[in-house]
């Protein structure tokens, strides 16, 4: 059973940038992806990457956001937030595979 630990978020302006990290110590996954859950909203998708480092987004955040992936350790994924805005405001998850396995999710607030 692996556990993810998602960590990073927090209470931000707008314009200003954030790493949200995530770590399932010693799983070696082939698959993260980030979702995000806005107050009222459903969860979707934003990003994902592969053990190779093939990365996709949503097209939303294309421009603001990177996935990437701990390139000595394997075990973190992480996504970069820049020129954050208020509409960024929501919990964010991560999710890794093999397994489904996903984070407690952490939280990003961005103020106005």
């Known amino acids: 059973h692996v556990q993810l630990q998602a960590s990073g978020g927090g209470l931000v302006q707008a314009g200003g940038s954030l790493r949200l990290s995530c770590t399932a110590s010693g799983f070696n996954f082939i698959l993260a992806d980030w979702y995000r859950q806005a107050p009222g909203k459903q969860r979707v998708w934003i990003a994902s990457?592969?053990?190779?480092?093939?990365?996709?987004y949503v097209d939303s955040v294309k421009d603001r956001f990177t996935i990437s992936r701990d390139s000595a350790a394997k075990d973190t994924v992480y996504l970069e937030i820049n020129s954050l805005k208020p509409e960024d405001t929501a919990v964010y998850y991560c999710r890794l595979n093999p397994g489904d396995a996903w984070g407690q999710g952490t939280q990003v607030t961005v103020s106005s």
């Open positions: 990457i592969t053990n190779s480092g093939s990365t996709d």
